[in-house]
């Protein structure tokens, strides 16, 4: 079955300072990949996605590129600000299945 | 609606009780997810209906919980006799299956609280 596997432990980071957030995934044929974040008090909401390989989905300075030789959606940001502290999603969508397979999410603080 | 509605945003039930939560997705979404986040948890997935086919309840933890969805669109989470560990966040989102499928969209939840 379809799988997504993020990094647990949760990140904290000064201002400014480099983010990668690790996503791996296991799923029959080509998934579509995307990372919801949910700042606090809010609900879940797309941050960027990736539809084939290769791709590089990106938004607010965040990015992740489609890795099929790898199968990891790995997310990067140059430099982080405390405004991006919130917990981050990976998931995956079979085409086949249609159906949202998310990883257990990553907790990000960012420090002045 | 322009996004997903659920109500209430905030239940507080007393234990043995039985709730119901509901959700309304975006017009014309033919997926509905239901899932579960408890403080600090990541999500726990429940149910989900895609358009006319057999619900996959293979996330529902007991047969106290069950969801229906009424002419493929509102969603109602039912449970039943309230445990105190059935406190969290309840998560709907709908997604448009139709082709490639696209992202999901989430309501902001309802906080139950069994007391």
């Known amino acids: 079955g379809n799988s997504v596997t993020q990094m647990e432990e949760p990140v904290t980071l000064s201002e400014e300072a480099f983010l990668t957030i690790n996503c791996t995934y296991t799923?029959?044929?080509?998934?579509?990949l995307f990372w919801y974040v949910q700042y606090p008090g809010e609900g879940l909401q797309l941050l960027l996605k990736?539809?084939?390989?290769?791709d590089k989905g990106s938004n607010k300075g965040f990015e992740a590129t489609y890795r099929k030789e790898t199968t990891s959606f790995h997310l990067e940001k140059g430099s982080v600000q405390v405004s991006d502290s919130a917990v981050y999603f990976c998931?995956?969508?079979?085409?086949?299945?249609?159906?949202?397979?998310f990883g257990d999410g990553t907790t990000l603080t960012v420090k002045p | 609606g322009a996004g997903v509605s659920q109500s209430p945003s905030n239940k507080v039930t007393e234990k043995g009780k039985d709730v119901e939560l509901r959700c309304d997705p975006i017009?014309?979404?033919?997926?509905l997810y239901w899932y579960r986040q408890s403080l600090g948890q990541g999500l726990e997935f429940l149910i989900y209906?895609?358009?006319?086919?057999?619900?996959?309840k293979s996330g529902l933890p007991s047969d106290r919980f069950s969801a229906e969805r009424t002419g493929g669109s509102v969603s109602t989470l039912t449970i039943q006799r309230t445990q105190q560990e059935d406190s969290a966040v309840y998560l709907c989102?709908?997604?448009?299956?139709?082709?490639?499928?696209?992202?999901?969209?989430f309501g902001q939840g309802t906080r139950l609280t069994v007391v």
């Open positions: 989102a709908s997604s448009l299956v139709q082709g490639a499928p696209t992202e999901a969209f």
């Open positions: 990736a539809t084939k390989a290769d």
């Open positions: 209906f895609q358009g006319n086919s057999a619900p996959d």
């Open positions: 998931a995956l969508v079979n085409t086949n299945a249609g159906k949202s397979t």
């Open positions: 017009s014309g979404h033919t997926a």
């Open positions: 799923a029959t044929g080509y998934p579509s």
